[in-house]
């Protein structure tokens, strides 16, 4: 059954808002990935989250991992055009090697 | 920087036929990885592949899918009797280790579109 929950689906913004995606689990990840596709285009990974309560930070994007390691967001401060396309968590469980994917979050700057 | 290459981009196939997608992943990794993305849908994980045998696989990889590895550098995704709903964006993927322990390195995806 699904074992990550990923929400909201899509988010309009105006650009210079702030955009949060958010990824639940009911099991004890291993670890969680964010990756972002734009467009037409192929996932890209941004980052890897390994220990409880860890927050990382690339330029305007913070991602957290949950002191309980079962759930993340990742937060976008003043969205800009070049951030739209879907931002996907992946998680890694202990007990097997398999990777689930989130449904993804599509980012859309309003005009 | 390295990358994972994909042939063909786009794939055109009639219902009932057979395919077989081409990767190339990046030479020093040790994972490989099937996904599928339908159109405007989330990415579905397919099949990862270690040490010359499939180490997981999803419910969506049933007996119509077979991948391999037929040499040092291809790995392949076989799709027999092709239907209207095999219709996606196949992307290949590989990592140095599994688990996500490691990023994984995407391609940019090959296509396939059933008529």
């Known amino acids: 059954g699904q074992q990550v929950m990923q929400i909201p689906q899509y988010q309009h913004v105006q650009e210079g808002e702030d955009f949060t995606t958010y990824c639940n689990s009911s099991t004890t990840l291993s670890n969680i990935q964010w990756y972002k596709q734009r467009p037409g285009g192929h996932p890209v990974f941004l980052i890897q989250l390994v220990k409880s309560g860890e927050v990382k930070k690339q330029k305007r994007l913070t991602f957290q991992f949950g002191e309980a390691k079962k759930n993340s967001s990742l937060h976008i401060t003043a969205t800009q055009t070049t951030d739209v396309g879907t931002y996907f968590c992946e998680i890694g469980l202990d007990s097997n090697y398999q990777l689930i994917w989130g449904a993804g979050t599509k980012l859309i700057i309003k005009p | 920087e390295p990358e994972v290459t994909q042939t063909p981009s786009h794939q055109v196939t009639q219902m009932g036929q057979e395919v077989i997608l081409r990767c190339v992943p990046i030479s020093n990794h040790l994972y490989f990885y099937w996904y599928r993305q339908i159109l405007g849908q989330k990415v579905e994980f397919l099949v990862s592949f270690y040490n010359n045998e499939i180490s997981e696989k999803s419910e969506i990889f049933d007996d119509q899918f077979s991948v391999e590895r037929p040499d040092g550098s291809n790995f392949t995704l076989k799709i027999r009797s092709t239907k209207l709903e095999d219709s996606a964006m196949y992307f290949c993927?590989?990592?140095?280790?599994?688990?996500?322990?490691?990023?994984?390195?995407f391609g940019d995806g090959t296509r396939l579109s059933i008529l």
């Open positions: 993927a590989s990592s140095l280790s599994g688990g996500g322990n490691q990023p994984q390195h």
